[in-house]
């Protein structure tokens, strides 16, 4: 049952690993700080904020957003950390927002387990001219846990928050906060629709959205896992441009005509915006039978965004199929595990018959039980799998597999789509099923591709010279597939291969001329790509931060790079190592991205100095591997890369088409 906190209240936490959920109604900053046992911040390495989201144990979100979830794993914390304070704040003064919090529904808190199941909420009410307030915190007391209530709120907002918290860098750090928000406002999105709650996981056909002509408004896009997300594209999507009002121009309603109310200044022969396509409909189900499938059924503006909001709608489908079978089968096991040990604390049931038929009955209602947690699921994987069927093949190439028909047609194409297809997800018990891995773009964070020896799923073994190779030939697939859904121009890579191990990998790359240059090979060539992308994000950075973006140099490229690196850490000094963490941590926000080809144990002799590195990338594997974490329902998903089929001619033939397209445009 959950406790519903007041002001001052406070509740025991009977678990570690928690998540923090806050809604809100209007996109605010959550920010966390760790405290000693009499409160005080040590440091701004003692805060999780936007501009850096990750603490031991603490996770929270980069962006602004109306509505957040924070991870938090009470285990982490080192034995310093005796309170984390959760922080919530209004963006920076100027901006399109609310300035206080009194504008605004109260704020509402929530602590939960990684179940869903919620421990405590706190509705903080009470809040006028308001912009930052301390809205829960968690303090350890005699080696146990608990939550407060706190709703202590700040008119100086983050600045004054953070200094009455006790850290001397609170100005500085209010800064960077509200500039690390400002980087990310443009790219906040909302979660996508919520699923069914009840057992029927049918999908329901989605309701024509209305645009502003006939009273409604365009519907936000999905997320990113994830987290995550990662501007100026609208909130639909990049290349998804919501209805925007016409103002003014020839025709414009005569002001002295306006009888009273807001004055309309659109042209009265002109429609504002289009409303969207129409959802396919799904044929009629038999008496009796859930619905057949359809794809693009989702909600969305295109039927891009529809196949996006559906794929992601199938991972929610799953993931929660399966963790309620598992909750059923664990509860079977605990009953079966409690009435035997009731059976056999009882001296009666040891003479005779007696013992062994209470054992028995108690393993027939365990197997009851599975079987029909089993029959559940069985039920909503036949939907699923029915539904994966329908949507596979409508995908476009750039959430489509390399075999996916939709690549035969490929064209290069004129706007940058919502996401890229990075491989498939699924789950033991439902192995049958492969969910689409969609990373929006652009892209948030850079990837790693691990070439170390992993186990595994199959049980199959592939040695250290075959990882290296097949790491290389996965992430020239990722780079072919992001230079194929990048309109002509706008998306350019390079390779640095020190000692040219990675050659017959890359020759899909090199023999079709797509790369920017050749791959540095030697301590020369990495020092000169190294030096100019390190170059080119600090030019950028000081002309966004002057307020000068188009201040860059004449002929200075614009389009997105990323750069492929190869067998690190061979040939790479203590200079490459620090502008590489420089281009992992700065890059992103910039246009530069980073894949990484490595094995982490063979850098171990740098120690700890590499871990933030390691952090702050997406770990890929090139053979299925069960290491992506679900912190939201505890599931570990199996992760399968998207590989190339053996034989097929689609890689060639996709960058022959976009080295052409690229002569054309450099023209």
């Given at each position: ?183 990310g406002l443009a790219r906040s999105v909302q ?329 540095a090979q030697g301590a020369a060539g990495v ?141």
């Amino acid at each position: 049952m959950t406790a519903e906190l007041v002001r001052g209240q406070n509740h025991p936490l009977s678990q570690s690993r928690l998540e923090i959920r806050v809604s809100a109604g209007t996109p605010v900053v959550a920010v966390a700080a760790l405290g000693d046992e009499n409160g005080r911040i040590h440091g701004v390495e003692w805060v999780a904020h936007p501009g850096a989201p990750t603490q031991p144990g603490l996770e929270v979100s980069r962006q602004a957003a109306a509505d957040h979830r924070l991870a938090v794993d009470l285990d982490a914390m080192t034995d310093a950390v005796h309170r984390v304070s959760v922080l919530l704040a209004l963006p920076a003064p100027g901006g399109p927002g609310p300035a206080r919090f009194g504008a605004v529904a109260a704020p509402f808190v929530a602590v939960t387990g990684l179940d869903g199941g919620e421990i405590a909420s706190y509705t903080i009410t009470g809040l006028e001219a308001e912009s930052a307030v301390v809205a829960l915190e968690l303090y350890r007391r005699q080696g146990a846990w608990k939550v407060r209530a706190v709703g202590q709120g700040y008119a100086g907002g983050l600045t004054d928050l953070l200094t009455d918290q006790g850290l001397p860098e609170a100005v500085p750090l209010a800064g960077t906060i509200d500039e690390a928000v400002a980087r990310g406002l443009a790219r906040s999105v909302q979660a996508p629709p919520p699923r069914p709650a009840d057992g029927d996981r049918s999908r329901q056909p989605a309701a024509p959205a209305l645009g502003p002509d006939q009273g409604g408004t365009a519907p936000q896009g999905a997320p990113g896992p994830v987290p995550p997300s990662y501007g100026g594209q609208p909130a639909g999507g990049p290349g998804q441009t919501g209805p925007q009002p016409a103002y003014g121009g020839a025709g414009a309603a005569d002001p002295s005509a306006t009888t009273g109310g807001p004055i309309d200044y659109s042209h009265p022969g002109r429609r504002n915006s289009a409303p969207p396509p129409p959802p396919p409909t799904a044929p009629p189900a038999q008496p009796g039978q859930p619905a057949q499938p359809v794809a693009g059924d989702a909600t969305g503006w295109s039927m891009e965004e529809r196949l996006y909001n559906q794929v992601w709608g199938m991972f929610e489908d799953l993931a929660r199929t399966t963790a309620a079978y598992r909750s059923a089968v664990d509860f079977a096991e605990s009953r079966m595990d409690k009435e035997l040990e009731q059976t056999l604390s009882d001296p009666r049931s040891r003479i005779g018959g007696q013992g062994d038929a209470a054992r028995e009955a108690a393993r027939a209602r365990y197997t009851h039980l599975v079987d029909q947690a089993r029959e559940v699921l069985d039920r909503d994987l036949v939907q699923l799998v029915a539904e994966a069927d329908v949507v596979e093949p409508a995908l476009p190439p750039a959430f489509a597999r390399w075999d996916n028909p939709a690549w035969h047609a490929y064209r290069v194409p004129m706007e940058i789509p919502m996401a890229l297809r990075l491989g498939d997800l699924w789950l033991p018990e439902a192995d049958r099923i492969r969910i689409p891995m969609l990373l929006r773009l652009p892209l948030e964070r850079g990837l790693w591709i691990d070439s170390g020896r992993a186990d595994s799923v199959d049980g199959s073994f592939t040695d250290s010279h075959d990882m290296r190779r097949l790491a290389m030939e996965t992430a020239v697939a990722h780079a072919a597939r992001l230079l194929a859904v990048y309109p002509a121009g706008e998306f350019t890579v390079h390779v640095i291969d020190p000692a040219g191990s990675g050659a017959q990998p890359l020759a899909p790359l090199t023999q079709t001329g797509v790369l920017a240059a050749p791959p540095a090979q030697g301590a020369a060539g990495v020092t000169d790509v190294l030096g100019r992308l390190t170059q080119r994000v600090d030019l950028v950075q000081m002309a966004l931060r002057g307020g000068a973006p188009d201040a860059l140099p004449p002929g200075f490229d614009t389009s997105q790079q990323l750069l492929i690196v190869n067998d690190f850490p061979h040939g790479f000094d203590d200079r490459a190592v620090n502008q590489l963490r420089y281009l992992a941590d700065e890059g992103p926000a910039v246009g530069v991205h980073l894949m990484m080809v490595a094995d982490r144990e063979e850098s171990a002799g740098y120690g700890p100095l590499l871990d933030p590195l390691w952090r702050s990338l997406l770990r890929l594997t090139s053979v299925p591997d069960d290491h992506l974490a679900d912190p939201w329902v505890g599931h570990a998903w199996t992760y399968e890369p998207p590989l190339v089929p053996p034989g097929s001619q689609v890689l060639h033939q996709v960058l022959t088409q976009v080295a052409a397209a690229r002569r054309s445009w450099d023209r």
